[in-house]
């Protein structure tokens, strides 16, 4: 199973920018996929869910600029990033999980998360 994420780039603060993260081997439609941020010198931070059920979850910082969506034929996940802040700053990295319907806790937590993509980077300047 591979991740590519894709969408980052150096923006003023209020703008906005929609990152992609698509997935490809295994079974998709199974997966629980969330992005996490990591700023320099911090520690991974999540940032946003969407389970295979499309229940979504978010850190409370962003709620309101952000959306977390997926679709499934095209096996990809995005993450519309709106009314952004310095703070937003940060790699962003998309992560997957294959789950069962059933499990719903532990998504904040990066070690629940079998595949990892590789980061792309938002700049966000004030």
């Known amino acids: 199973v591979q991740l590519q994420a894709s969408g980052g780039g150096v923006v003023q603060a209020g703008a906005s920018l929609r990152l992609s993260c698509v997935v490809s081997?295994?079974?998709?439609?199974?997966?629980?996929v969330a992005w996490f941020r990591q700023a320099p010198g911090k520690e991974r931070e999540f940032v946003a869910l969407?389970?295979?059920?499309?229940?979504?979850n978010y850190l409370n910082s962003v709620k309101g600029r952000f959306t977390i969506s997926r679709d499934n034929a095209k096996k990809t996940v995005y993450l519309q990033m709106n009314k952004l802040e310095p703070e937003d700053t940060a790699v962003y990295y998309c992560?997957?999980?294959?789950?069962?319907?059933?499990?719903?806790?532990?998504?904040?937590?990066?070690?629940?998360?079998?595949?990892w993509g590789q980061g792309t980077q938002v700049t966000v300047s004030s």
């Open positions: 992560a997957a999980k294959d789950v069962i319907i059933t499990d719903v806790h532990g998504f904040s937590d990066p070690g629940k998360y079998t595949y």
């Open positions: 081997g295994g079974t998709f439609s199974r997966y629980a």
């Open positions: 969407i389970h295979r059920s499309s229940w979504t």
